[in-house]
Structures are given as structure tokens and as C-alpha cells.
């Protein structure tokens, strides 16, 4: 079922926890609005899932259009904060790097051997724009098949990966 075709869908910041969340018998997620209007395959979306990953969360009806932002999942109850954080990490898709095992090469492109939250992996680095600082310790590495890495704090890496990394920041 969708949202009623008839009535625009409101898009306002959601207080507190004004809206509830379900699974339908398909596994779409379900949003219940303030007003009791149910909206089902609701996809949660950040807006800034990099350098505020807790903050603006909007909710998209199935057309993409956004149902509903919300300012802060902090402030949400514990078990709408759950699912979304759930439905969020389905969608998403960066691994953490911990350690630089090795990189190839003296110039672009590099193969980069890496251990990351998710296992080693290796992955090619075109060129210098696809490492990016992102803040003071924040890194963001992008590799040849536009999948991205992420250092949230370069200075938690060991000696020798802080070494490798500094080379491009």
C-alpha cells in the first residue's frame, strides 16, 4: 500500500518520536505518521552520512519524495532508533580502514592491501582527489570502482599505516 495519492505527504521535522515504524508481511518498512496515515516502503536516507551520521535522517515515501525529517536519532525512543539504525545499515556500505598492510608503487594508480571492519580487502587508488580529508583526523578514500573507505581518526591507525596515509594528506 502506498500514501494516498490525494493528499501531499507532510514534511516536517518529527519531534521527539511523533511517527511510528513497522515491517509489513513483506518486510517494507512502514511509517505511521502523527496523523495515523501509513506510508509502506519508506526507505530512511542521511543526509549527511559522513560528518553527521546521527543527524537528518529523512524518510522517503516509495516515490522518493520525503515524508519526514528527523533532527537528531539521539532524541528518538530507543526502540524507533533501533530500527532505524537497522534499516540504515542495509542501505550503507563503508568500510572502516584499521590498518594499511601495504600500497604498490611510487605513482598513481596505487593497490592498496588493507585490513578493514569487514576483513582485508585490496583495491586500486587512481589518483590523489579520491583521498580526501574530511576534518581534522576524518579520511575518505575512494577507490577505482567508486567504493568508498573511510578513516574516521587517522590518529587511532598504527605508526606504519599513519606513515602510508600521510603520504596523500
Not at 588493507?114 to 578514500?141: A, K, W
Request: hydrophobic letters at 40%.
Amino acid at each position: 500500500m502506498k500514501s494516498d495519492p490525494n493528499s501531499a505527504p507532510p514534511q516536517h521535522v518529527a519531534p521527539q518520536c511523533n511517527f511510528g515504524l513497522s515491517h509489513d508481511a513483506w518486510g517494507r518498512l512502514v511509517l505511521i505518521d502523527a496523523e495515523g496515515r501509513r506510508f509502506t516502503g519508506v526507505d530512511p536516507v542521511r543526509a549527511f552520512p559522513i560528518t553527521h551520521p546521527r543527524s537528518w535522517i529523512s524518510i522517503c515515501d516509495a516515490e522518493g519524495r520525503e515524508v519526514l525529517a528527523i533532527e537528531a536519532l539521539d532524541e528518538l525512543a530507543a526502540g524507533v532508533r533501533q530500527m532505524l539504525e537497522s534499516e540504515l545499515a542495509l542501505r550503507e556500505f563503508i568500510p572502516v580502514i584499521q590498518r594499511i598492510e601495504r600500497l604498490s608503487g611510487d605513482s598513481f594508480p596505487f593497490d592498496w592491501d588493507v585490513r578493514t571492519d569487514r576483513g582485508p580487502t585490496r583495491f586500486t587508488v587512481d589518483n590523489e582527489e579520491d583521498i580526501r580529508r574530511l576534518g581534522p583526523s576524518r579520511v575518505m578514500i575512494t577507490d577505482a570502482r567508486r567504493l568508498r573507505y573511510q578513516v574516521p581518526d587517522v590518529g587511532v591507525l598504527d605508526a606504519e599505516s599513519r606513515r602510508l596515509l600521510e603520504r596523500f594528506l
